[in-house]
């Protein structure tokens, strides 16, 4: 993927969003904090869930075979649909004790290797067309394509990625519980499995 950020960062001619665009996704990361009307959008995300919000606009060129490899997120997404279509695969979350070391939501990223192979049948599988909605909880891998694009011809696909930042920012109550322990000087960790960790893991391992 080609991302684009703010500032300095943001300058990419259009020429560069084509030539880009021949190799796979071009991103516009935080495009809701500078763009007013996905600015509007933001605000009226925030003042729904009252939580920090966070919004990208994805392009893809049609005929992509993968556009976005298995990952998981932190974020809680809602994926709108805005032009053209884009092939959606969610699947769920496969066993944490499978690769215990992996953080369950940044599968996929980094130095993470995480394939389709490593997932059972899909969740869901849908082409997304204009003015359609998908909601991935955060920590469900997912991956895309624009190559079963149905009726969107020629017509690349455009979505937005608005992403509650719940995990982020520790607003959950196992963050809460983590601190109150903290002022209380007490243990925070669990040794399960002959590692420490916390109540995030253990609530995927199923304990």
């Known amino acids: 993927m080609k991302k684009v950020g703010v500032g300095q960062d943001a300058m990419m001619t259009f020429a560069d969003v084509e030539e880009s665009l021949t190799k796979g996704t071009?991103?516009?990361n935080s495009a809701?904090?500078?763009?007013?009307?996905?600015?509007?959008i933001s605000l009226a995300t925030l003042e729904s869930f009252q939580l920090p919000v966070g919004l990208n606009v994805y392009i893809t060129?049609?005929?992509?075979?993968?556009?976005?490899?298995?990952?998981?997120?932190?974020?809680?997404?809602?994926v709108l649909q805005?032009?053209?279509?884009?092939?959606?695969?969610?699947?769920?979350p496969p066993a944490p004790s499978n690769k215990p070391a992996a953080d369950p939501y940044a599968r996929g990223k980094g130095p993470d290797d995480?394939?389709?192979?490593?997932?059972?049948?899909p969740l869901i599988e849908t082409n997304l067309k204009p003015g359609q909605l998908l909601y991935i909880p955060a920590g469900f891998p997912h991956t895309t394509d624009t190559l079963q694009g149905g009726d969107s011809g020629d017509c690349a696909?455009?979505?937005l990625t608005i992403g509650l930042d719940t995990h982020i920012w520790g607003l959950d109550y196992s963050f809460l519980r983590e601190v109150?322990?903290?002022?209380?000087k007490q243990k925070t960790l669990f040794h399960v499995g002959g590692a420490d960790r916390d109540v995030t893991s253990l609530a995927w391992l199923g304990l």
């Open 82 to 92: 805005t032009q053209g279509s884009k092939h959606w695969r969610v699947f769920a």
């Open 26 to 28: 071009v991103v516009l």
């Open 114 to 121: 995480f394939a389709v192979a490593d997932l059972q049948e």
């Open 180 to 184: 109150a322990l903290r002022r209380q």
């Open 61 to 78: 060129a049609p005929g992509m075979t993968v556009s976005a490899p298995p990952h998981t997120d932190k974020q809680d997404v809602f």
């Open 157 to 159: 696909s455009v979505h």
């Open 32 to 40: 809701g904090a500078y763009l007013t009307p996905l600015a509007a």
